[in-house]
């Protein structure tokens, strides 16, 4: 069976923004690097990471494209 919990839709924003940057991080890039990889730019990141907005699945899964990781790993975070 599958744990599901409720979150509100800025702690989700939050905590996809924190995967981002773990993510990013791994790969050793920068805002900015990770902005051209998937074509945006580097406050399109800077406000995606700080969960500032509310992200298409498209461009998350522009983002996890330029990781080169799959799209749900975006959102493999911890309960808190």
Do not use: H
């Amino acid at each position: 069976m599958i744990d599901f919990y409720v979150v509100e839709k800025e702690e989700l924003q939050k905590k996809i923004g924190k995967r981002i940057i773990e993510l990013r991080t791994l790969k050793g890039w920068s805002q900015s690097q990770l902005a051209r990889a998937c074509e945006k730019d580097r406050q399109a990141i800077e406000k995606l990471e700080n969960g500032k907005v509310n992200p298409t699945a498209f461009s998350l899964y522009e983002v996890s494209i330029a990781l080169e990781v799959p799209l749900v790993a975006l959102f493999d975070f911890e309960k808190e």
